[in-house]
């Protein structure tokens, strides 16, 4: 990577270089789509690819537990952001409780397909094809999952994703990406994050500064040949963990996934009695773990004084925010690591059942 990076600054562009458009077209491969636009940040995605479909002054569905971006992007296309309460199974969007949340407002579903998981996609594009409406899925966490043989993303008029250093895969930095089937579409995005120019200096919409570095893009170029054998580790480890914790009834492991779905694990993510006295005991032990998400999108402060959201509105939301432990994730984690975390969780519960 650091070779790739090196090569990029020396012999390109350092803004739109040939790296970043070998990438977009890799990524396109990857995922199956015939366009893939890449962008500053997975918000920029999201936001870019929603102002691309139009949703100004429309609604637009999405959940309400997941990273206050999925929401922010509705702002900031000048739509207004519309929650439907998760599935307690996979913590994505429930397909049932959908269609009593549409309004003659609704232009998009925003489904996420949250910690890797995929979203019931087969329910989510019959409502839309059945309503009229558009599709974006913020696929941020799940880079190379897959739904019914197809990767995240090439399900509905735009995917977007992010490469924040956290990611499955990164670009060494902020960076995000919009694919889509659309021409029409991928022309615009591409326009809308190089300041709306037609040429140098002339342009005919309002656009914004919002293009991937190339040295980012070189960056990303290596990271997406080894993304498959990181997810591949990453589920490997899941289900170490899923085995090891299987008999602690105070632990629900998340989904394993099935013929129909493979996840990624982007996080592993657990729902727990006495999240909060356990991660404190973990960290005591030198095991540091997540808390995704904390307080759901409509309790955010700026929500509830946008949009006057208050607690008991999305109830499995408010839920998981107040049981959920992300627990250590990533390739290079030893089985031997896997053990010793699920070792220390365990006797947590076994030293407070005494």
Not at 137 to 145: I, P, R, T, W
Not at 331 to 354: G, N, T
Request: glycine residues 8%; aromatic residues 10%; hydrophobic residues 40%.
């Amino acid at each position: 990577m650091v070779e790739a990076v090196s090569n990029a600054l020396r012999n390109e562009r350092l803004v739109l270089g040939e790296s970043v458009f070998k990438f977009e077209e890799a990524f396109a491969r990857y995922i199956g789509t015939k366009h893939a636009v890449s962008v500053s940040s997975g918000t920029a995605a999201l936001s870019l690819a929603l102002i691309a479909l139009d949703v100004r002054d429309g609604e637009v569905l999405t959940s309400p537990f997941s990273f206050i971006a999925t929401a922010n992007a509705v702002v900031q296309a000048g739509g207004f952001p519309k929650f439907s309460d998760v599935s307690e199974k996979d913590y994505n969007m429930d397909p049932k409780k959908i269609k009593g949340n549409l309004t003659k407002r609704t232009k998009a579903l925003l489904p996420v397909h949250l910690f890797g998981y995929p979203a019931d996609m087969d329910k989510l594009m019959a409502i839309s094809e059945s309503q009229g409406l558009k599709v974006v899925e913020d696929a941020a966490q799940a880079h190379g999952a897959v739904y019914r043989g197809r990767k995240t993303g090439s399900f509905g008029d735009v995917g977007c994703f992010s490469f924040y250093s956290t990611k499955n895969m990164t670009v060494g930095g902020d960076g995000g990406m919009v694919t889509t089937d659309d021409e029409d579409i991928a022309r615009l995005v591409s326009k809308l994050r190089d300041c709306g120019r037609t040429s140098r200096y002339v342009h005919d919409v309002v656009g914004f500064t919002a293009r991937l570095n190339t040295a980012n893009a070189a960056f990303g170029l290596v990271q997406l040949r080894h993304l498959d054998e990181w997810n591949e580790r990453r589920r490997a480890i899941a289900a170490l963990y899923s085995k090891l914790l299987e008999g602690e009834p105070q632990v629900i492991s998340p989904l394993q996934g099935d013929k129909k779905v493979l996840p990624v694990f982007h996080l592993y993510a657990i729902r727990c009695q006495r999240r909060d006295e356990l991660a404190e005991y973990l960290s005591s032990k030198g095991i540091e773990c997540g808390i995704h998400y904390p307080v759901p999108i409509h309790l955010q402060p700026v929500y509830r004084e946008m949009y006057g959201y208050a607690p008991g509105a999305y109830p499995i939301s408010e839920s998981l925010s107040s049981s959920l432990l992300s627990l250590p994730m990533f390739p290079a984690l030893s089985d031997d690591e896997v053990k010793r975390v699920s070792e220390h969780l365990l006797d947590f519960y076994r030293r407070s059942s005494r």
